[in-house]
């Protein structure tokens, strides 16, 4: 494999419930990496209840649990992390900026150090950055040299793709921080060819996405 590849096993979406006054319905988008080191990377693990369902998805691209090396999620919310434990033999899991293996927890973005990148890969070309806003810990994978260019994992820093037209949107899905996502939303959209958002198909990023996530921020200065 000469590129880094992005394969997103599920796409993620959210609505209101028919039946459930004020409820509603979410999963998150899962997305498997496979880098050109041979590296395997799952970002976001669904819910508890489908551990069946994902691994009739790793196998209908030929991968079994114990052929993943890393396992990403985005950030702590349950609809990202449910299926962690299939993958014990992953030599990492994160969970937002938090990282562990086992009972072992390591000092990755233990540093206060806000622009910390973490690579994944050995030539460095996938790299895990913190994201803060849907959570403060929101974490997303930035995957360089793609057929696609460059692809962000980003969670739920994107709702999906008409959060960008419509900001009510990712912001009644939940924000710990407004101004900082609307920060790194357009970092993202800046740095990356494609993002794939935490409860949407991938969407590539135009200039005309670009030019409204800066005018979003400019808003947010001047306020
Ligand atoms: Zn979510």
Known sequence: MSQNQVIVLQSGYSHADEEEPGAMRANCSCTLIRCRDGTNIIVDTLTAWDGEHLLR???????QPQDINVVVCTHGHSDHIGCNYLFQQARLHLVGACASHKD????????????????????????????????????????HNTALGTVGVCGDLFERQDDVADASIWQNAGSEDGKQQCTERLRMAQLCAHIVPGHGPMFAVTDELR?????????????
């Open 57 to 63: 998805l790793l196998s209908e691209v030929g991968l």
């Open 104 to 143: 072992l927890y390591f000092d990755h973005f233990g540093g206060g150090d806000k622009d910390e990148k973490y690579s994944l890969d050995k030539h460095g070309e996938v790299v895990v950055q913190r994201t803060p806003g849907h959570t403060l810990s929101c974490v997303s994978v930035i995957v």
């Open 211 to 223: 030019s409204k996530l800066e005018a979003d921020a400019l808003n947010l200065i001047l306020k």
